[in-house]
């Protein structure tokens, strides 16, 4: 597994070993051994995930306040550009932003620990995201920060409005969002 670092301390891109040849191909998705030599990290995920999404659908920005979620994302059908934000107000990176295009074919990972948000735009028809996280999932500390925050300008590769749910219609700025320490 090849591990490219990003502009925010910790946030990863992981790019596995793939064998492919006339057959298909196979790769190991996850191995907790080699994730914790390959990063430093000894996460324990508790759940996975499957998200279907069409395209111009945007997710996020996400995030659970207490009892935080490192995720382990990727895309098992289609393609979308992915987002991880600093939400840590204590960090020398609080509202900055990192992201990239993940897809199907590049079989790629992004690794977003806890104190980040997570969003992801579908640049495909549709896209199945695929992704692990260290925490369950607890409706009463999910919370949300808009989209498009003008503080944190994401240049969202879209044309045009995106498609929302109604939370992240309406999700407020980071100035007046709760946030980690």
Do not use: C
Not at 1 to 20: C, H, W, Y
Request: avoid cysteine.
């Amino acid at each position: 597994m090849k591990v490219q670092t990003t502009s925010l301390d910790g946030v990863l891109i992981l790019e596995p070993n793939v064998f492919a040849d006339a057959r298909g191909f196979f790769f190991e998705s996850f191995n907790a051994k080699a994730f914790r030599e390959a990063t430093g990290i000894d996460a324990d995920f508790v759940q996975d995930n499957h998200s279907r999404s069409s395209r111009h659908v945007l997710r996020g920005i996400h995030y659970q306040l207490v009892r935080p979620q490192g995720k382990l994302v990727r895309v098992a059908a289609g393609r979308v550009f992915e987002v991880a934000v600093d939400l840590r107000r204590s960090s020398k990176t609080f509202g900055q932003w990192v992201g990239t295009e993940l897809s199907a074919e590049d079989r790629r990972q992004f690794w977003i620990p806890p104190g980040f948000g997570h969003a992801f735009l579908v640049l495909s028809e549709s896209a199945d995201l695929l992704y692990k996280t260290t925490e369950y999932w607890f409706a009463q500390h999910d919370r949300a920060i808009a989209w498009n925050d003008p503080v944190i300008g994401i240049p969202w590769p879209l044309q045009g409005e995106p498609v929302l749910a109604a939370r992240d219609a309406g999700a407020p700025r980071l100035a007046d969002a709760e946030t980690f320490d």
